[in-house]
């Protein structure tokens, strides 16, 4: 069983930046595609911000080019969100997700929220002066 935890959200102002984490465990990042998700107040869940595959691969949403940046510690079974330029659309719960996956990012962001099995609780980010 893949149990996932984030961490490293909270209160940051407009243009500053936050950096969340997933902890995975129950199996390697060699073996997991990680994606985050948002959603915001009254909103629904958003398609897929950012995945990191298995074989080390990218992809990202337009809405986050430029502004978030995934990354891995596989010695720490560990994916990381970076958030950059906040703004307070940026408030939101965001969530991990993990899919068993030997596929390249691209490939895992076809199959979209019903493409991960497994989820963390969510971490809340508000950004507001």
């Known amino acids: 069983q893949v149990q996932l935890v984030e961490s490293g959200g909270g209160l940051a102002q407009p243009g500053s930046s936050l950096r969340l984490s997933c902890a995975a465990s129950g199996e390697t990042l060699d073996h997991l595609a990680i994606g985050w998700f948002r959603q915001a107040p009254g909103k629904e869940r958003e398609a897929v911000l950012c995945?990191?595959?298995?074989?080390?691969?990218?992809y990202y949403a337009d809405s986050v080019k430029g502004r978030f940046t995934i990354s891995r510690d596989n010695a720490k079974n560990t994916v990381y969100l970076q958030l950059d330029d906040l703004q307070p659309e940026d408030t939101a719960d965001y969530y991990c997700?993990?899919?068993?996956?030997?596929?390249?990012?691209?490939?895992?962001?076809?199959?979209?929220?019903?493409?991960?099995?497994?989820w963390g609780q969510g971490i809340q980010v508000t950004v507001s002066s």
């Open positions: 995945i990191k595959s298995s074989d080390g691969s990218t």
């Open positions: 997700a993990a899919r068993l996956s030997t596929e390249p990012a691209i490939v895992v962001q076809i199959f979209g929220t019903e493409g991960f099995d497994y």
